[in-house]
């Protein structure tokens, strides 16, 4: 049985943009996350396991077994400072091959008519990390700068860099800072409906998250003893470091980096509905494959 193939190069309303970006995902599911699990799974692992080792470590920063009052552990300060190091680090691979591995999936997708070469994508997330690092650079100094600012510039800002990769990845003659130029351009073609599927988009991924958070939540409230009602201040130091707890964490962790996989193919959507809403590209292109039928 066939799959249907979902056309990217065309507009759509607020509804369309929010059943394709889901519909897509399940239609290519299989084949879909197993590429993006080949590519970056092994920088995710990595990720998990830093994330856990800081977790571990984390919890000895402060003692406050003495008198109630925390006591600086300078023994562990290098420790806990090359952990973090490791984590960040291996934080923004992960990311970054993530999106990449995501963006280059629709590409072939897309250049090939639902047929997806793992091998192209493969290649083309391999050489253009360093581009990808660049772009991620300057997207979270522009999130940053505007969560300064006030809380709507955050509301304005999120939408372009919401796009600014698939600028780069389906737009290739176009370097990083182009990309990143560019996204603030296009947005402003159809911002409102970008601005409200990106939005409902955010609240699906929170809720989400919320869901998969639940048994750490749960955990969490039994083992510090906030439903018996005989919670123990000196206890609450070492809980940090509960394997059980950690190993919550790192799972709820990995689940949401998974789910962020919807921001990033919404994304692509709406970089295709106001592209197409400027261009035309996709429905040229379908008007002169009709011809070439009639011929």
């Not at 396991?49 to 109630?68: C, K, M, Q, W």
């Amino acid at each position: 049985m066939n799959k249907p193939y979902i056309e990217f190069r065309k507009q759509r309303d607020f509804s369309s943009i929010l059943s394709d970006t889901f519909g897509f995902i399940r239609n290519e599911f299989k084949p879909f996350i197993k590429t993006v699990i080949n590519i970056a799974g092994p920088a995710i692992v990595v990720f998990m396991i830093a994330l856990a080792a800081y977790n571990y470590v984390s919890g000895d920063v402060l003692n406050f077994s003495s008198f109630g009052e925390p006591s600086f552990n300078s023994s562990s300060v290098f420790v806990i400072i090359t952990t973090a190091i490791f984590y960040l680090i291996s934080a923004i691979a992960a990311y970054i091959l993530t999106v990449a591995s995501v963006l280059f999936y629709i590409k072939s997708y897309v250049d090939n008519k639902g047929v997806v070469d793992p091998t192209e994508v493969k290649t083309n997330v391999h050489k253009s990390f360093w581009s990808f690092l660049g772009l991620s650079f300057l997207k979270g100094i522009t999130l940053f700068i505007a969560a300064l600012l006030c809380f709507l510039p955050v509301f304005y800002a999120m939408i372009p860099m919401a796009i600014v990769f698939s600028i780069y990845v389906f737009e290739p003659k176009r370097s990083t800072s182009d990309a990143y130029s560019q996204s603030f351009k296009l947005v402003n073609i159809d911002f409102w409906t970008a601005f409200g599927a990106f939005l409902i988009l955010g609240v699906i991924y929170y809720v989400l998250g919320m869901v998969f958070s639940i048994p750490t939540v749960i955990y969490t409230l039994i083992s510090t003893g906030v439903f018996s009602g005989e919670i123990d201040p000196a206890n609450m130091s070492t809980f940090s470091q509960d394997p059980i707890l950690i190993f919550l964490n790192v799972l709820n962790t990995f689940f949401q980096f998974f789910l962020n996989i919807i921001l990033i193919v919404g994304g692509a959507i709406i970089y295709f509905h106001l592209h197409e809403k400027t261009n035309f590209t996709g429905t040229y292109d379908r008007i002169s494959e009709i011809g070439k039928i009639e011929d």
